[in-house]
């Protein structure tokens, strides 16, 4: 990053009612794309697909994406108006865009979103599983059973059901690249499912390099620490919000933009010899495994 590129230290209080939140409800804004970046086409002509693409991580992946030479599709709940703000931005760098909202915890939808992506563009070579979902609870007593299901729905089964639709559209050199979490590793105390279904997506993502080795096929994830998106001011407390990221070795909290140069990195023919290995961007945590 340049120098004179500037990242907040610190977020003021602020709630949203409904999940996954939105970008527009924001306060400061997330940074998605560093203006000093400059295209190189290292996707050039490619096609992604990215789940959860309309705001936070997904948006900064989609830009850099496009920036590279990408053409996207966007995958999202039902967040409309972020969706197409970032769809505007990708065509405004020359690229095409198509959305698709739905949701991927539905088998069903997923099969159904590829069958469009196919029809549009006639190929994909990059899958980003990145939606997700987090509901804090205090304690696991207070996590119900439809809470459990719709977190691993979403976090999990959602992966799960995109490969199996993509899987026979991705020829040799695709690559799958999924969003797990520092939770996956360190834990968290009030998000109990939420960072057991993102351990889940390590040892998924470990599993699924191992059995598309073979077809030249490579898996990898990435495992953001407090990034702000959408979805922390509608998962947590305005208090709790106050302090996001402060307990990183950084003192602040991420920028989607700062994951954006990873996830492009995994996407290029510079990754070509990495396979199922989770790559940690978390503001200075000390991982051992």
Known sequence: MNENFNFPKSVPEQKQDKQPGFEALMNPKPIFENPNCKGSNKLINKVALITGG?????KAIAISYAR???DIIIIYLDEHEDAEETKKLIEAKGRK???IPGDIGDDIFCNDAIKKAIKEFGKID????????????????DI?????????????????YMVKATL????????????SSVTAYKGHETLIDYSSSKGAIVTFTRSLSLSLASRKIRVNAVAPGPIWTPLI???????EVGKFGSNTPMGRPGQPVELAETYLFLACDGASYISGETIHVNGGVVING
Do not use: W, Y
């Open 54 to 58: 309309d705001s936070g991580i997904g």
């Open 97 to 99: 865009c198509i959305l």
């Open 144 to 160: 119900t059973k439809q809470q459990l299901e719709r977190t691993f729905k979403t976090n999990i089964f959602g992966m799960f």
């Open 126 to 141: 990059i899958l980003v599983n990145n939606a997700g979902e987090q509901h804090p609870q205090n304690s696991i007593e």
């Open 68 to 70: 590279e030479g990408a």
């Open 233 to 239: 001011p509608s998962s947590f407390s305005a208090t």
């Open 168 to 179: 026979p559209h991705l020829k040799e050199g695709a690559t799958i690249i999924n969003t």
